[in-house]
């Protein structure tokens, strides 16, 4: 079965400095996708970040990168210069086979504040 | 990029009352929308996986009766809550994506049952 942890309930960050929030799978599928989203307060999902099991470079995007390390089965989203309007929600998620219709497995969450 | 509009954004309504919320995705078919539904400072629990042109399949747990969810199109998927009661008060969210594609979401709907 797939499942994602983030053992990080909440995390606070100094703005202008890089955050690294935590997510770590279990998967027995050799191809998956993780993927990274960000949930304001005013509640949507904003796609931030993903990354291919078979990947051989870590992803970036912007102030995004993905810290992918397959054989510890962590896939950690670092955010450098961090900024007020950082501060929100964010989900690890991986995609299950297309067995499992294709769905996506969310962590719990971090709550990141940036403080000014 | 894919953009997926959800409505109503919110919702009061007295006890008993059947609730519509339609997902539609704008620039893309998405052959397979999802719905969740999430509690404050929870993650997103799956409802119910939904394929245009078959039956939704529902999470362990979720009332079909209750959550009826009908992908009419490859553009569009409803979800309605039948006689609404106060417990299911929560942030309804829906989903679609394309095959090996990031999951693309809606604004959710807040949903308030007096």
């Known amino acids: 079965a797939q499942k994602i942890t983030q053992t990080q309930p909440g995390m606070f960050v100094q703005e202008k400095e890089a955050v690294t929030l935590d997510c770590t799978y279990d998967t027995s599928d050799p191809s998956y996708g993780l993927f990274w989203y960000k949930q304001p307060s005013s509640g949507e999902m904003i796609f931030l970040i993903y990354q291919g099991s078979y990947d051989q470079q870590n992803a970036t995007e912007g102030r995004y990168s993905l810290n992918f390390q397959k054989a510890r089965k962590s896939a950690n989203l670092v955010i450098s210069a961090s900024q007020l309007g950082d501060s929100a929600m964010y989900f690890c998620?991986?995609?299950?086979?297309?067995?499992?219709?294709?769905?996506?497995?969310f962590g719990t969450g971090t709550s990141l504040t940036v403080i000014p | 990029g894919a953009v997926v509009s959800q409505h109503p954004s919110r919702v009061i309504c007295k006890s008993g009352t059947s609730v519509k919320i339609e997902c539609r995705s704008l620039d893309f078919q998405a052959t397979t929308m999802f719905w969740y539904r999430q509690f404050p400072k929870q993650s997103l629990m799956l409802m119910a996986t939904s394929n245009e042109g078959s039956k939704a399949t529902y999470e362990q747990g979720v009332e079909k009766d209750k959550f009826l969810i009908n992908h009419a199109s490859l553009t569009l998927s409803t979800l309605t809550v039948t006689s609404a009661h106060p417990e299911d008060s929560s942030f309804y969210i829906c989903?679609?994506?394309?095959?090996?594609?990031?999951?693309?979401f809606g604004d959710g709907t807040r949903l308030s049952i007096l």
């Open positions: 998620a991986m995609r299950g086979n297309s067995n499992t219709g294709n769905q996506f497995y």
């Open positions: 989903s679609a994506s394309l095959r090996n594609q990031p999951q693309h």
